[in-house]
């Protein structure tokens, strides 16, 4: 009887088991099919599993619109109607494509006084709100100014200042332009920050000139060295900034190439560098790296809404999000050959809820789109970026539900707690997201909670410990004074 | 045994009189007590240590429970008390110290004393305070610091009848040679394990040569 029971036991266990593992093949073949997880950072550095956030649905290599594929494509624009506009270097052409990815127009000359004229080597592009389009002809060293219907407005050429050497080479390689109509261009040797033009094309300053880095090392050397040999030498000369971007306030995001230091900079218009580091790590790409790969080189950005932001690392092809605190969203891409992976990514720009990727090397774009994760994520930073912290309170739940690990969620949590009233439960969540301040605020209000809710009883107590103490000490002396009497 | 209430009081009467104090705890007390008494203060400061990193109030103390490890909190305590005394030690013999090992071991746990009776209670203090708050915090652990610093410099002067000046120098030169001593340990350790790998290797050859 006893063995039976034990081998009936024991039959199901194995049962139970090849059930497990069966269950367990399945979902991770389910897992290997999405294969798009990907991975952020945890308060403490370490690199936590996260759900992916965008996945790659299209790409277009030009061919599909008959017009030859984009060759060494360096930049793409988004403007507010969701116009897609490519620089297709190769080619010497823009390519505009509407928000469905259908085949709008290509540029590829214009006519300046009477005459054809093309471009050589465009590198950059922006695209206003007025659909005026200002390109960066980098090989024919000059910014070209279209309107709406394509026909020229302005060139902006060889800038004329004090402060710019007679000699000067002027290649824009990048443009953006604020609602004043001034235009900033990144031009390459430029070290004294970007070009800033007003609306009728005259170069006014530089702005937001990057410092310069200084290699301990090399300083000992220079130190050392003779004035001969210090000629010789490489100068200090502050990095060039790598790309620009513009927010609807006017600000400009820029990125450097940098391998230490501040390598994200958002610049007022005085080019102070005004962005928030109130996240767990100061923005600059991967934490965690191999120390001979070195850390990210960002060589794109972009700004969307509610102040977040994307970069793009060309040393391993991903694209970081931030909010507007500096917090990690997420991250996505790669180097490789699947899709979703990129070989020489160059630009990154938003489609409405979407992503574009630019492929130079292999001429393409591939389009992302984000996941239920990725949505709610976006939703829930920028319904607490607007102040709604009741939606907030609802997103970030929905988020945390999908990814516990994301650590800045919570702290969207707590700070909707902590306006109802729910100061304890404000507390833990605040724990959670390590975020010291705002656990400090809403134990604060806790505290006095408590106290308030005690104050009767201390009050009290401290009141009948003073009467004790004083009847104490009349009774004492009464007694005592009768006992010194009764001695006498 | 001279175990009385006395003993156990000793450690406070050498934090507020450490000339007199650590005087009589070299020359008129049993060493054998004060032994055991420093061996209490050690053990004190270890689990001060233990409970600080763990139940500290969040304001003052992130707490990461993958990276807590109470043992290792018990080695940072005791690993530079012995650093020190033996690199003292080594020193002071070579300086005309009149001190002995036991009685640097004996000076310096006596001086961590305060350090335990200030940190203490902020385990528990800290999780009513504010981040504003937190000052007082570090405002007494940086008293706690000096006060020991105080201690160690009263402790060593009087273990081995030194001039302040002296007693100043012997314990900068202390640090150094507990780097040395770290050092040599890091080397020593970097060493074996090249020996064990190379001894295991052969064996592997060994092995798996047929």
New interface residues.
């Given amino acids: 009887m006893m063995w039976n029971w034990k081998r009936s036991v024991r039959s199901f266990l194995c049962f139970l088991i090849g059930a497990v593992a069966l269950f367990s093949i399945d979902t991770q073949r389910a897992a290997a099919e999405g294969a798009t997880d990907t991975y952020n950072y945890s308060f403490w550095g370490t690199t936590v599993k996260s759900p992916a956030a965008y996945t790659a649905e299209k790409i277009i290599n030009g061919q599909q619109f008959d017009i030859g594929a984009f060759a060494d494509p360096n930049d793409i624009h988004v403007t507010e109607n969701q116009d897609i506009y490519v620089v297709d270097t190769g080619n010497q052409r823009i390519v505009i494509l509407n928000k469905n990815l259908e085949l709008v127009h290509v540029i590829d000359s214009f006519m300046n006084n009477g005459q054809e004229d093309t471009f050589n080597q465009p590198e950059g592009i922006f695209v206003n709100e007025l659909n005026d389009i200002y390109i960066a002809d980098t090989g024919n060293k000059r910014i070209v100014h279209l309107n709406d219907n394509y026909e020229l407005e302005k060139i902006v050429d060889s800038p004329q200042s004090e402060v710019i050497k007679q000699d000067f080479d002027f290649k824009p390689v990048r443009v953006v332009v604020d609602k004043a109509q001034r235009i900033y261009v990144m031009a390459s040797g430029v070290f004294d920050g970007f070009m800033e033009f007003n609306a009728d094309g005259e170069f006014t300053t530089f702005i937001g000139a990057n410092r310069v880095q200084v290699n301990p090392i090399e300083y000992l050397w220079k130190q050392l060295a003779t004035k001969e040999q210090r000629s010789q030498m490489v100068q200090f000369i502050p990095t060039e900034f790598t790309n620009l971007d513009i927010n609807e306030q006017g600000f400009i995001y820029a990125t450097n190439g940098d391998s230490f230091g501040d390598t994200i900079k958002k610049l007022n218009a005085q080019g102070n560098d005004i962005l928030r580091r109130e996240g767990y790590f100061n923005p600059r790409g991967d934490e965690n790296y191999y120390v001979d790969d070195g850390p990210s080189r960002l060589i794109d950005i972009d700004v969307w809404h509610s102040e977040i932001y994307s970069v793009l690392d060309s040393k391993r092809g991903r694209v970081f999000t931030y909010n507007g605190d500096g917090h990690l969203m997420y991250i996505f891409g790669g180097l490789g050959n699947l899709r979703g992976e990129f070989v020489n990514p160059i630009a990154i720009e938003r489609l409405g809820n979407d992503f574009l990727v630019l492929d130079r090397a292999l001429g393409e774009i591939t389009v992302f789109e984000p996941t239920v994760y990725g949505t709610t994520l976006n939703e829930a930073v920028k319904a607490y970026y607007n102040g709604e912290e009741e939606d907030a309170y609802h997103l970030y739940q929905e988020t945390i539900n999908m990814n516990a690990n994301l650590d800045f969620a919570y702290t969207g949590i707590g700070k909707a707690l902590l306006r109802q009233g729910k100061y304890k439960e404000a507390m833990e969540y605040f724990k959670v997201s390590k975020d010291q301040m705002n656990y400090s605020k809403a134990f604060l209000l806790h505290r006095k909670q408590v106290l308030r809710g005690y104050f009767p009883y201390i009050m009290t107590g401290i009141v009948a410990f003073v009467l004790l103490w004083f009847g104490w000490k009349v009774f004492r002396n009464v007694r005592g004074g009768r006992r010194i009497n009764a001695v006498d | 045994m001279l175990w009385t209430k006395e003993t156990l009081k000793y450690p406070f009467y050498v934090m507020l009189h450490p000339f007199n104090g650590y005087w009589e705890l070299k020359y008129e007390r049993n060493n054998k007590i004060n032994v055991v008494v420093s061996l209490i203060i050690l053990i004190l400061l270890a689990l001060t240590n233990i409970l600080h990193s763990q139940y500290s109030g969040?304001?003052i103390n992130?707490y990461?429970p993958?990276?807590m490890n109470s043992i290792m909190e018990v080695v940072y305590v005791i690993v530079p008390v012995l650093f020190w005394c033996v690199a003292n030690w080594s020193l002071t013999t070579l300086m005309d110290g009149k001190g002995k090992f036991i009685e640097i071991f004996n000076a310096t746990c006596f001086a961590l004393a305060p350090i335990v009776l200030i940190h203490f209670p902020w385990i528990w203090i800290s999780n009513?305070i504010?981040?504003?708050e937190s000052t007082f915090y570090y405002f007494s652990t940086g008293f706690a610091l000096f006060w020991f610093l105080y201690l160690m410099f009263i402790g060593n002067m009087t273990v081995h009848q030194f001039t302040p000046s002296k007693t100043i120098a012997t314990m900068l030169l202390t640090i150094v040679a507990m780097g040395f001593m770290a050092f040599l340990c890091l080397l020593f350790f970097s060493l074996i394990q090249q020996i064990v790998s190379f001894v295991y290797v052969l064996y592997q050859e060994i092995v798996m040569r047929n």
Wanted: net charge negative.
């Fill in positions: 969040f304001v992130i990461n993958k990276e009513f504010s981040i504003e």
